[in-house]
């Protein structure tokens, strides 16, 4: 009998503490503020264009049951016949006009979170997830980038990011009213049609991709001229006597030649979202309307030896075509 009230006893004692342990985490939990406002907990992110990607890779496994039986890696794929090429090069630019899509998407969607974040808004989770979603969209790219690399290997791959990139952003959601689905066949009637659709959507079969010298490349190994996993993707810049200016999807870097013996005093920045003005002790080096425009709570600029570096924050992750509309 004393047996079993021991039991009892400890049964009570284990039960309270319990009960305790969990009335005292729901006193101290906080509340997601996400899920108080009926949000995800994690970012509801876009997958990736996997229908784009599979068309792709179905065209690839045809090709090279044709073509590339006796080869070992993807050194068959330069070797194509043209036509059988230039169909395959059609497919890889969908799959990365479909990834410039989402980078756009996701790349905007990144900054306002980011904000969120640091200011204790959003959670750790839900920013990692929205990390999470960058980096499967950066393998994506470099996934690109590497079939362009093994097609050209004379030719940066970067060079059909970026054009799919200019696409985009030309064509906004009639993107894929340019770039209809192709035909299933190669040859023939077929690649007449196909190269209609190419000449229709302002893309020649050759691709345009910036020349390079020839790379050797070890089998297997990744293509070079690609920008470390997670780093935003390089845009077209541009310099003048003035100033240099380079940028990516989140900023523009303008680089002010100074006197070296510049000091920090004698220098002036101006920020609006439209324009930027550079002084020198009173006098302006740099003055003009931008090309597109900038966050100016999130631009900065310091002095180096002989350069002031100003830091746009874009509003938008699009290319700018020039740096100013007009200078002055």
Not at 315 to 321: C, L, M, R, Y
């Amino acid at each position: 009998m004393a047996f079993w009230l021991l039991v009892v006893g400890v049964v009570v004692a284990v039960s309270l503490v319990l009960s305790s342990a969990v009335s005292f985490w729901l006193a101290t939990r906080q509340p997601d503020p996400l899920e108080e406002l009926g949000v995800s907990p994690t970012y509801p992110r876009k997958p990736l264009p996997e229908d784009k990607i599979q068309a792709y890779l179905q065209l690839k496994d045809k090709l090279l049951g044709e073509f590339g039986k006796e080869h070992v890696g993807d050194d068959w794929l330069c070797q194509l016949p043209a036509h059988a090429k230039d169909m395959l090069k059609y497919r890889l630019m969908q799959r990365a006009i479909g990834a410039m899509s989402l980078l756009q998407k996701i790349d905007a969607d990144a900054r306002g979170y980011w904000k969120l974040f640091s200011k204790g808004i959003i959670t750790s989770k839900f920013w990692n997830s929205v990390l999470a979603a960058e980096r499967e969209l950066s393998q994506e790219i470099e996934a690109v980038k590497h079939e362009a690399y093994s097609m050209e290997p004379n030719h940066d791959p970067q060079g059909i990011i970026s054009e799919a990139m200019q696409l985009v952003v030309r064509y906004g959601d009639k993107i894929w009213e340019k770039f209809p689905e192709p035909p299933d066949k190669i040859g023939g009637n077929a690649l007449a049609a196909a190269a209609k659709v190419m000449a229709a959507a302002g893309n020649m079969p050759n691709m345009p991709m910036p020349n390079m010298p020839n790379m050797p490349r070890p089998p297997g190994a990744a293509p070079p001229f690609a920008p470390p996993p997670g780093r935003p993707l390089p845009q077209e810049g541009g310099s003048t006597d003035q100033y240099k200016w380079r940028q990516d999807t989140e900023e523009v870097e303008v680089s002010v030649n100074v006197p070296d013996n510049t000091a920090k005093a004698d220098v002036k920045v101006q920020f609006q979202p439209k324009s930027l003005k550079v002084l020198h002790s009173g006098k302006t080096l740099v003055d003009g309307a931008l090309a597109s425009p900038c966050c100016p709570e999130g631009c900065t600029w310091t002095l180096s030896k002989g350069c002031v570096v100003v830091t746009l924050e874009k509003a938008n992750p699009q290319p700018w075509p020039a740096l100013f509309t007009e200078r002055k």
